[in-house]
């Protein structure tokens, strides 16, 4: 699933409701100019915090009475620096300079400055922790896909018998099986690398939940009459996932209203031996635990492989038969007496171990090995198998079998639980493709590869195993089974490759299918990157709300003290105090330009009037004085003048330079 298949935009994700789960998902590319973004919003909403914590700071601090210039200063500083950074270095430099002229300095400036240390710390540490907002959107992309719907071979398997059957085109023959087996075999890949502890994790990503688990019943009942399971009527091994929420399990990404549950129960045992030589060849075994098709027996197995069928290379086959108790009319298997049921699905699995031969004896039911007379006591290889005497072992068939719930009576109960349309198009998408995951398919479609003893087999020599074997057989089925459903999930929306298999997609049609085709969750982040909309949100808001009062603070506090006639002063020494309002103030006490809105946060000149620095001015005394031609002078300025005098000796107009 590449970043092509992936929806980018707005979305909800139900797992964690509608308003955690808001999400954005965006390219990587725009990802990383949003996440740049956060960070510089959120430095300057540390910037405007800053502001108004010096503003607090500088009303707080400032009294009627005069104080002394190290005071002063420090008040300057707060009302004029921009930054936390620029104040901690302002206020380290005051410390710094009066520690000889001043009463406690450090005990005046470095509080300060500890303050704004605080201020730049918290916001520089948010500013980081900003790109958080990625992980709260989580790592769940919805999938889309042009070719969203059922595949033919689902669409045709739900017009036969509710999706049990395997399907068939029109007269051209069973569909071609290609397709299936590969998916079945990239389930069973998926099984034995997520399912279970350890395995291969870098793998197992792609599925909203890693693996559906169940509960184990070692010591369920026999499924079946009590005298044809192997361990009599408590030592049949169930398997039970629960609820298999559609959402949770499945990533259809629906609200609570819209969501199924479906459950799964298999309850496994190994079967006594049915079995008899044919009258003909002795060499020849039938297996009979029901008829199949005209044949009266189950299965027929040749004991002398040299004369079977089976080629000479060939380990592990397994054969399996399915019986759908919910269906009616002739199947390919009718179970006898002992194993049928009408309320239950019941696959049968025959184990043939054909060339393998064992190197150590094996107790358990289904790979029962011993020691084989025909090859010297103490030596050679094992056959598998249940001897019938204590004089020779003989290498014949077993089986396990399975019984599951019944699909076609799950399916027509569902009918009567009052399902809303989603629910219903939910319960039609999962019905159609019944039969691929199930624990027949599994086996069927893999074959001898679908055990797990084959993997210890080498040169036709079976390694050791377990006296539990069959237990892990049928729960690596399970595995496959259940790993199948959530590929058949996801292929829903993902659509399929080709149609090179013989199987084409047929597109979603009611306006429920076509919603499904937007609500598939899975594990994606290759080339994008989910925002949590409820992290943004804070992000901005409050950001906005603090550049907003940082604005602002001054105007609202200096209106309100107006109208109430209260500490006005403090406003007005706010006033003078900035930067701006410092220089006019040392320019016109030297009589240096005619200035306008002398009260305003920016006085200005009249047209034409420049000011400066005198050409002659000390250097290590540098101060203000008039420079304004004489011509260009008006009589108040002129009368200022006189009092000022020529500006090289201090008068009651001379003002120093900052």
């Given amino acids: 699933m590449s970043s092509e298949h992936t929806y980018i935009g707005p979305w909800i994700n139900w797992s964690h409701g509608p308003v955690r789960g808001s999400t954005i998902t965006l390219s990587t590319r725009d990802a990383g100019l949003l996440t740049s973004f956060l960070a510089l919003f959120v430095s300057a909403a540390g910037t405007a915090f800053w502001k108004i914590l010096s503003y607090c700071l500088h009303q707080a601090l400032t009294h009627k009475a005069p104080q002394n210039a190290c005071h002063q200063q420090r008040q300057v500083v707060l009302r004029n620096t921009t930054s936390a950074a620029a104040a901690i270095y302002q206020f380290l430099r005051l410390s710094w300079a009066w520690r000889k002229t001043a009463p406690g300095p450090a005990l005046r400036s470095l509080p300060l400055a500890f303050l704004a240390l605080i201020n730049l710390s918290l916001f520089a540490v948010a500013g980081i922790f900003s790109s958080q907002v990625t992980k709260a959107g989580g790592g769940d992309r919805l999938l889309i896909s042009s070719n969203c719907g059922y595949s033919s071979e689902a669409r045709l398997r739900s017009e036969t018998l509710g999706g049990l059957l395997p399907p068939t085109g029109p007269s051209q023959g069973p569909l071609p099986p290609v397709r299936e087996a590969r998916r079945t075999k990239s389930a069973d890949d998926y099984a034995r690398d997520c399912y279970g502890s350890g395995g291969n994790v870098m793998g197992c990503g792609q599925y909203v939940q890693r693996h559906i688990p169940w509960a184990v019943n070692e010591h369920a009942s026999c499924p079946f009459s009590q005298d044809i399971c192997v361990s009599g009527g408590t030592a049949a091994y169930e398997m039970d996932t629960g609820r298999i929420d559609s959402m949770k399990a499945l990533g259809i990404n629906r609200p609570p209203p819209e969501r199924l549950s479906y459950r799964k129960v298999t309850t496994c045992s190994p079967l006594k031996w049915h079995g008899k030589e044919s009258a003909q060849d002795s060499q020849i075994l039938f297996l009979d635990y029901g008829p199949v098709s005209n044949s009266n027996w189950t299965f027929k197995y040749n004991k002398d492989n040299s004369l079977a069928s089976v080629p000479l290379n060939v380990d592990y086959t397994i054969e399996p038969f399915v019986h759908y108790g919910a269906l009616t009319g002739h199947q390919h298997w009718r179970p006898d ?33 011993s020691r084989s007379k025909l090859t010297g006591p103490g030596n050679g290889p094992l056959a598998p198998g249940t001897p019938p005497s204590e004089e020779e072992a003989v290498n014949q068939p077993d089986a396990v079998v399975a019984v599951l719930g019944s699909y076609g009576a799950a399916l027509s109960a569902s009918d009567n639980l009052g399902m809303n349309p989603m629910q219903k198009a939910i319960k039609d998408r999962l019905g159609k493709s019944l039969s691929l995951y199930s624990i027949y398919s599994s086996v069927k479609w893999l074959g001898g590869n679908a055990l797990r003893a084959s993997d210890t087999v080498l040169d036709h020599l079976q390694g050791p195993l377990p006296d539990n074997q069959w237990t892990i057989e049928v729960s690596a089925w399970m595995a496959t089974s259940l790993a199948r459903l ?82 006005e002063f403090k406003q007005l020494q706010w006033i003078l105090d900035d930067i701006l309002q410092l220089y006019r103030l040392a320019y016109e006490e030297a009589g240096q330009g005619r200035w306008v809105y002398r009260g305003d946060s920016v006085p200005v000149t009249k047209v034409g009037d420049v000011i400066g620095i005198p050409e002659d001015a000390n250097k290590d005394h540098p101060r203000l004085r008039s420079s304004i031609s004489p011509q260009k002078k008006s009589s108040e300025q002129l009368e200022m003048d006189s009092l000022i005098g020529d500006g090289n000796s201090r008068t009651t107009g001379e003002s120093t330079a900052y």
């Fill in 486 to 567: 959530q590929q058949v999930a996801v292929e829903y929306s993902g659509g399929i490759s080709s149609a090179t298999d013989g199987v084409t997609q047929i597109p979603a049609d009611s306006p429920e299918e076509k919603t499904m085709c937007r609500s598939q969750k899975v594990r994606n982040t290759t080339g994008t990157v989910s925002f949590s909309v409820l992290g943004l949100l804070l992000i901005l808001v409050i950001g906005t709300i603090i550049i907003t009062i940082s604005l602002s603070l001054s105007t609202i506090v200096g209106r309100w003290r107006s109208f109430k006639r209260s500490n």
């Fill in 337 to 369: 007496s002992a194993l049928i049921r009408e309320d239950a699905d019941v696959s049968l699995f025959v184990l043939s171990a054909n060339n393998v031969k064992y190197s150590v004896p094996v107790d358990d039911p289904i790979f029962k090995a």
